[in-house]
């Protein structure tokens, strides 16, 4: 098995960790599909054992939404509020003691997706909440 070691850098994670980037030349031998272990003996996420999870676009998901994401949401609102002057002002959507939003995942991608993008300003914090029902999902 060839080896790429990577030195635990001191670059803040937002979670405790630490990454480090650097170029690497992988050594002649390295095939397409070798499996890298990392310098603290940590292994590469396919060796770790992560286990799938079934989940339907339907269930919930919680977001911190950032400014960005709000505004959005209003801009949604008076859009449609003009079309439709039965429709009340704009209230933000309501959060828990954490103050993390819940949307449907089909909700989140459909009203904040078309502005998500990478090196943008996001709608939403990077972590999300995934409520996993207690049941298995069908197919």
């Not at 030349?25 to 272990?37: I, K, M, T, W």
């Not at 429709?87 to 998500?116: C, H, K």
Request: glycine share 10%; net charge negative; proline share 7%.
């Amino acid at each position: 098995m060839s080896e790429i070691y990577i030195a635990p850098g001191g670059n803040d994670n937002h979670d405790g960790s630490s990454w480090a980037s650097a170029r690497l030349s992988p050594p002649e031998n390295l095939e397409v599909g070798s499996r890298l272990r990392i310098a603290d003996g940590s292994q590469c996420a396919g060796e770790r054992g992560m286990n799938d999870v079934r989940f339907n676009v339907n269930n919930h998901v919680r977001v911190r939404l950032t400014d960005r994401g709000i505004a959005e949401l209003r801009r949604q609102h008076e859009e449609t509020r003009a079309l439709f002057a039965t429709i009340g002002p704009f209230v933000p959507p309501n959060t828990d003691a954490d103050g993390y939003a819940r949307f449907q995942l089909w909700e989140l991608m459909s009203q904040l997706g078309p502005i998500t993008h990478l090196g943008g300003a996001l709608p939403f914090e990077t972590e999300i909440i995934i409520e996993m029902p207690d049941k298995p999902q069908g197919r």
